[in-house]
């Protein structure tokens, strides 16, 4: 089994701060060698009585109507809440209680039942439409996020992010099927009008050498067998949200937002733009060919203009004629509308040998962009109407809902959906986090590097350095690393308040950057980001056999066949689990290139490994392994030469209960 995971190599040698490393040593064998920590409790459900939100804000992310457009229910990640509001009324009229992190909502074709994903929880919670009571908790793989029916109404599919696959439910049961390989991090799912397939958008690229560009996947099953049916490469492009299918009459194309990025350029561009642009993909499945399987054909446009970029794409729907499709951006709190007939003019007018450009011209938005309406904060999930009169977008940072009238094409109201109105300091930072304003030309926000509130992407990036194109770097997971300074992989950035501050104005928003208010403001949030719960460990802490034989592999202090290991080059000293698995100091493990032109790096928690990927400051390893197999030759990133596979594994296993 692959292991999907990010942070480098275990051991170390030659610590720049000697003193440090020896220091790090002496302290465990005082404490001696700690044991894992138990996972934390499950929430308590709806009906316990003990029920303890995450959060005072709501943060509505998914919404799905009823079939007559009366009812818009909508989950609410921070407080763990589905709201079902009114929208004549435009109240919130009913309110229940769900699993940890609810990210996904469908509605099962009768309207009879709810399906609410909660991703933290790693269930589905099944609740009565009528009633607005929880039935039942039905499992599901770790981490789920977007979900949906069959067209029957037997099957319900779910994504899992952080197990790259698709759980397939039978509802009269409730028990899971079976699991489908998906591409790197599913977030979101769509049936087809004709029910015939699920469409399943990834987050990240699927993991590949660092100086190539990214490829994503969207991910096809086919409903009548249960089966993946395709694997739609989307070059170029990570970050695929949201899935709207245009019907056959305005070209039945599929409509996914994207991130596309240059990260292999050097980030001087950012001043001349085009370092970061966001559009969509437009996907058409062919006719079915002569042997049998679909063919897709993938296009790619731009939604940014020349000198203003809309950040973050998310969210995407279209009217049930397919006349407009609207797309949220999260960063810029916009929310955009196309013509679909000009979109489709533009793509069928684009001849084949040209298509490719289309997805690097920042003039073609003016072509089939047709009107933009300033939004809530941090816009998400949005939604039309069965009439096509209305179009609904949830503005998860401010807590409210915007209603767009399409007939006259303008806001017509924002409901409230009734969050706390005095905003806190971590409230404050995590809208900055979101927030795209403040980098030149709107073109990136935090969260644009780091998506899904603090993930990694999963690229190497040419940031700033005194000769371009050398230090290339992979991007780093914000999920708990307080108490984890110093930052960025050379290490110079001694707290939080350097690497947001100034660092982050001159280098990369190339703007003014925020005030010192606001940098502690992010600070505070960026310090709040937990890691997920981890489903390689058991709730009560105990390893398995692999695990505990790869716990003392980590520990050691004699080879295989007895010698000594000297104290600088064990696993423990430099990840010492009374730092998180870091020694807050760089190291030379031999791993740099003739590209680097440093050779000590910053050595990394180990805390979350299972969650990221790839490995080494550049991203050279794509998985763990390779880190001891390919890029430890000389033993000099801890004496790992004596293991062999077996011993490798056990390694592996250990490293992913962190």
């Not at 009366?70 to 763990?80: F, M, P």
């Not at 952080?162 to 979101?188: M, N, Q, T, W």
């Not at 490829?215 to 490469?233: F, G, K, P, Y």
Request: net charge neutral; with cysteine.
């Amino acid at each position: 089994m692959k292991v999907r995971s990010a942070s480098p190599a275990i051991g170390g040698s030659r610590p720049r701060n000697l003193i440090a490393g020896i220091a790090l040593v002496a302290v465990i064998a005082i404490l001696g060698r700690p044991s894992v920590a138990s996972a934390a409790p499950q929430a308590a459900g709806a009906d316990s009585g003990n029920y303890i939100p995450r959060s005072q804000y709501l943060s509505p992310v998914a919404m799905t109507l009823s079939a007559d457009g009366r009812w818009l229910y909508i989950a609410c990640e921070d407080s763990d809440l589905v709201l079902a509001v009114d929208t004549r009324s435009q109240k919130v009229e009913r309110r229940v209680h769900v699993g940890r992190m609810p990210r996904g909502i469908a509605l099962s074709p009768g309207g009879k039942f709810l399906y609410v994903s909660n991703e933290d929880s790693n269930d589905v919670t099944e609740v009565d439409a009528e009633t607005f009571r929880v039935r039942r908790t039905l499992a599901v793989g770790w981490g789920p996020v977007g979900l949906t029916t069959d067209r029957a109404g037997k099957v319900l599919y779910v994504a899992n992010t952080l197990g790259d696959d698709i759980s397939l439910v039978d509802l009269k049961s409730g028990r899971e099927l079976k699991r489908l390989e998906a591409g790197h991090y599913p977030e979101y799912v769509a049936l087809s009008r004709d029910g015939s397939r699920v469409y399943v958008a990834n987050l990240l690229a699927r993991v590949a050498p660092v100086d190539q560009p990214p490829v994503s996947e969207l991910t096809v099953i086919d409903t009548s067998r249960q089966i993946v049916a395709a694997r739609v490469d989307v070059p170029g492009v990570i970050q695929m949200r949201h899935i709207a299918e245009l019907p056959a009459i305005a070209g039945g194309y599929l409509l996914v937002p994207f991130m596309r990025p240059k990260n292999l350029n050097p980030l001087v561009q950012i001043q001349q733009g085009w370092y970061l642009t966001h559009g969509l993909a437009a996907i058409r499945p062919a006719a079915v060919a002569s042997d049998g399987p679909k063919k897709y054909q993938v296009a790619e446009v731009l939604l940014d203009d020349i000198d203003r970029y809309y950040a973050d794409g998310f969210g995407v729907a279209a009217t049930p004629d397919g006349r407009w499709a609207l797309v949220t951006a999260s960063g810029a709190n916009v929310v955009s509308v196309v013509d679909s007939a000009k979109l489709r003019h533009l793509l069928q007018n684009t001849p084949p040998a040209r298509q490719q450009e289309l997805a690097n011209r920042l003039d073609s938005a003016s072509q089939f962009v047709v009107q933009r309406f300033p939004v809530g904060q941090n816009p998400t999930d949005v939604l039309v109407s069965p009439d096509s009169r209305f179009a609904y977008i949830a503005n998860r940072m401010d807590d409210t809902v915007s209603v767009v009238d399409l007939g006259r094409m303008r806001i017509a109201s924002t409901i409230d959906l009734g969050g706390p109105k005095e905003i806190s300091r971590e409230r404050r930072g995590e809208r900055l986090f979101f927030n795209a304003s403040h980098c030149y030309q709107g073109q990136m926000a935090c969260a644009t590097c780091h998506p899904h509130e603090g993930l990694s992407d999963g690229l190497a990036w040419s940031l700033e350095t005194p000769q371009l194109g050398r230090d290339v770097v992979e991007n780093r997971t914000l999920f708990g690393i307080d108490g984890t300074s110093p930052f960025k992989w050379n290490g110079k950035n001694p707290n939080l308040e350097t690497q947001d501050g100034p660092r982050t104005a001159m280098y990369i928003f190339r703007s003014q950057g925020f005030s010192p208010k606001q940098v502690n403001d992010l600070v505070t949030y960026i310090h709040s980001l937990q890691l997920p719960r981890n489903p390689h460990l058991a709730p009560n802490g105990h390893l398995t056999d692999a695990q505990a034989r790869g716990r003392a592999i980590f520990f050691r202090d004699r080879t295989t066949d007895g010698r000594l290991i000297p104290p600088l080059d064990r696993c423990y000293t430099c990840h010492s689990p009374l730092t998180r698995y870091t020694s807050r100091v760089s190291m030379d493990v031999g791993t740099a290139t003739h590209y680097d032109t440093i050779h000590a790096f910053d050595v990394p928690q180990l805390t979350g490994v299972s969650t990221r990927q790839p490995y080494l400051h550049n991203g050279e390893a794509l998985e763990l392994e390779d880190i001891w197999t390919i890029f430890n030759p000389e033993d000099k990133h801890g004496i790992t030469s004596d293991l062999n596979k077996a011993q490798l594994n056990d390694l592996i296993e250990f490293l992913k209960t962190l």
